[in-house]
Structure formats: C-alpha cells, structure tokens
C-alpha cells in the first residue's frame, strides 16, 4: 500500500477541463441540478471542486426552522418528512421514475418461459405489495421518535 506524500490531495486522474466538458454535456448530470435547484454550471463546479480533492468533507449547516422560515425556506414537519421518504422508498416521488425501467431484462420476450423454467409471474401481471396500514404507522412512529425500530 503506497503512503501519499502530506498535503498532496487525491482527485482527477484526467484534466479538469475534459471532465467539465462532459459534465457539462451529460444530461444527467443537468437533470441532477435542476432537482437540487442549482444552475448546471454552478453543480458542475461544485462536483469538481469535491472530485479534485477526495478527502475534502462536505459543509453542512444545521439552523434553526426559525431562522428557516426567517429566510423564506419551507419548515416541514416529521409527519411531511415521514410521508416523503416513504415516497421515496416507494419511487413515487416525481422526476424519480421507475429505477426498473433502465433495466435491459423483459420477462416477455421469450424469457423464463421459452426456457421451460418456472416463472414468479405466471399470468404476466406485476405483483402488488399489500399495504399493512399498521406496519406503516409504526414505521412513521418510530421516525417521530428518531427511533430505528427493533434490532436482532
């Protein structure tokens, strides 16, 4: 394992200006500012300045939901932050899309069942998930708590 030299930071491994380029022409990488409500330039910028120095720790500010709503940001409650990252969990928030649907694998052409093997989906429908209304309210209780739940 080699020691690196103190000081010497630990980033881009091709010149910086070929990487913003690309940045600059991945649509992805535009769809990933627009969410997180930066100009693309100003992201690229800031995912430069982060792959130029791997060691370099994010900022983070913690403030007050007053001195949030003092500065016009929306204040949410746990309830609000529950509900979104169950949505999230779920894929239902939007722009989030189906993460499957990238996917190269469709099980009707040919698939499973040309292959004369057993199939989880016989009749070709997607199987849906039973909602427990109970499950979900001890899972919302336990992020009001700040709790993980049960561990074992």
Do not use: C, W
């Not at 690309?22 to 300045?49: N, Q, S, W």
């Not at 409650?77 to 722009?95: D, H, I, N, Q, R």
């Not at 997607?126 to 708590?145: H, T, Y």
Request: hydrophobic content about 35%; glycine content about 12%; proline content about 7%.
């Amino acid at each position: 394992m080699s020691q690196q030299a103190p000081g010497k930071k630990r980033g881009l491994s091709r010149p910086v200006e070929v990487v913003r380029a690309e940045l600059l022409k991945d649509p992805e990488t535009k769809r990933i500012a627009d969410a997180v409500g930066m100009k693309l330039e100003d992201y690229v910028e800031l995912v430069l300045e982060y792959a130029q120095d791997k060691d370099k720790e994010p900022m983070l500010n913690v403030v007050s939901d007053e001195e949030l709503k003092a500065n016009g940001f929306p204040v949410h409650t746990v309830e609000e932050v529950g509900e979104f990252l169950v949505a999230g969990a779920k894929g239902e928030l939007p722009g989030q899309g189906n993460p499957f649907a990238k996917s190269e694998f469709e099980a009707g052409k040919g698939g499973a069942a040309a292959a004369g093997k057993p199939s989880l989906n016989p009749a070709g429908e997607a199987p849906k998930a039973p909602q427990d209304e109970a499950k979900r309210q001890e899972l919302m209780d336990q992020l009001k708590k700040g709790g993980g739940g049960t561990r074992g």
